[in-house]
């Protein structure tokens, strides 16, 4: 590298592809990349996407592979684990989960206070950072078997908590976990048991498995760099599994499934769909659901859902806004504007249709997000713990502000 202010030449180590940017530092030079566009904040054994050829893999495994062979808890060990688990540690990994679904009465009495009208995404997030309180122990983030039981209590009491939410914002009381039922199942049952009657639906719960696996983990995503970022500060997993909650609440992360609905009920009919692709051409808003940092190509999610959505409409009949949203996505695949951009659609644009079907209102499909996304959040957070190069997350920045001047007096101004 030549440093042209001075004509000198350095040589930085290239590494996996990649310059340290503390070796800019050695050469008084800061690397400035606002929203990390080109920057990796960890090595990491978790997850690889190649966005160019619209490849995901857990631990190698493709996405394909193991949403079609896999149960979510099966992914979810493996994302731990790094590798699939044997017949016998599934069992173990299953049984500790089932063990630890129920919540503490005062968690109930805390969701009670939320207003009838409280947004899900809030009350999990509050709900998450109040997890805390009840176990003083996950502090000890240094001590293997506590980070084990945490990940259990994580993952065994997010299906509750948010069953609970969504029995609150329909003024139904709250239905506590079967442990007779599998993850899913038990989830489903918390959720639209109502005296008894709830027959379960084999094809939709099957699809909701499905799409928690495509939706576990991304790697270094939003939420993810946010449950990491907080993490590093060594608070525990609660705390830092809130940030990531309060990330994917956003429109632009996983709030986006929400926005795509919003989108299809502006859009209104197949005849309108043509002005809104110019409107959106013009600047006035996104086509929501399109387009991705790194896939640059069908997100690969997005093609297993679509496979998905054709086996749940077949169940519950033809949603009209699947109309418009084939429309919106066979247009915009054709047009110069998404093409020359990349723009493609990604997890979230058919993922609210199905959740729609299932009978989940609009503002609680980015919960569904959130329960799918905890394993990568846990195994990225111990990742981070374990990895000896990590320290307290603090990015430097270019000062623009005002240089020094004098205080003035209020009696001045
Ligand atoms: C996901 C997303 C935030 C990625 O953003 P990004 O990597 O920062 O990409 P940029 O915002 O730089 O977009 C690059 C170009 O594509 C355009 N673009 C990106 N997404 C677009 C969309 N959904 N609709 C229309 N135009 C879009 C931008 O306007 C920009 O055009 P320009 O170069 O003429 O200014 C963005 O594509 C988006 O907002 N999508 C809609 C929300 C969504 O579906 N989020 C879920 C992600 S899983």
New binding site residues.
């Given amino acids: 590298m030549i440093d042209n202010r001075t004509g000198v030449e350095h040589t930085l180590p290239i590494v996996d592809g990649a310059i340290r940017a503390t070796d800019l530092g050695k050469l008084g030079l800061l690397s400035y990349d606002p929203?990390y566009l080109n920057t990796g904040s960890c090595r990491s054994a978790i997850t690889e996407i190649d966005g160019d050829a619209g490849i995901l893999r857990y631990r190698g495994y493709p996405i394909e592979q193991v949403a079609e062979s896999a149960t979510f808890l099966e992914t979810a060990y493996l994302l731990f684990e790094g590798e699939l688990p044997t017949a016998a540690q599934l069992k173990a990994w299953e049984d500790d989960v089932r063990i630890h679904t129920y919540v503490h009465q005062n968690v109930k009495k805390f969701l009670e206070g939320f207003r009838y009208d409280a947004h899900p995404m809030g009350m999990l997030l509050g709900a998450m950072g109040a997890l805390s309180t009840f176990y003083p122990d996950a502090k000890e983030i240094g001590d293997r078997d506590g980070r084990y039981l945490q990940r259990v209590r994580l993952i065994a009491k997010i299906p509750t908590i948010a069953a609970f939410i969504f029995r609150h914002s329909r003024g139904l009381p709250y239905v506590l976990p079967r442990n007779d039922l599998s993850y899913v199942g038990n989830f489903v049952n918390m959720t639209f048991e109502i005296g008894g009657s709830l027959q379960p639906n084999p094809v939709l719960q099957q699809a909701l498995e499905v799409l928690l696996i495509l939706h576990a983990d991304h790697e270094q995503n939003c939420s993810t760099s946010a449950v990491r970022s907080v993490g590093s500060s060594h608070v525990d997993p609660f705390s830092a599994v809130s940030a990531g909650i309060a990330a994917l609440y956003g429109?632009?992360?996983g709030g986006?499934n929400e926005?795509v609905l919003k989108m299809l009920d502006e859009v209104g009919s197949i005849e309108n769909v043509p002005a809104f692709i110019e409107s959106?051409k013009a600047g006035r808003g996104?086509?929501?659901?399109?387009?991705?940092?790194v896939y640059k190509s069908y997100d690969p999610r997005a093609k297993l859902i679509k496979r998905v959505a054709d086996e749940v409409f077949e169940q519950t009949g033809l949603n009209p806004k699947l109309k418009i949203a084939l429309e919106l996505e066979r247009i915009a695949l054709e047009d110069e504007y998404f093409v020359s951009?990349k723009?493609y659609p990604?997890?979230?644009f058919y993922s609210g249709l199905i959740y729609q079907a299932m009978g989940y209102p609009t503002n609680y499909f980015t919960v569904l997000f959130a329960l799918g996304r905890l394993p990568g959040w846990i195994a990225q957070w111990e990742e981070m713990l374990n990895d000896p190069e990590q320290k307290i997350s603090r990015p430097r920045q270019i000062y623009v502000g005002s240089p020094l001047r004098e205080f003035v007096p209020m009696s001045a101004r």
Avoid: E, K, Q, T
């Avoid at 996104?286 to 940092?293: A, K, P, Q, T, Y």
């Fill in positions: 929203a429109p632009l992360h986006a926005a959106v996104r086509l929501m659901g399109f387009g991705h940092r951009r723009l990604n997890v979230d």
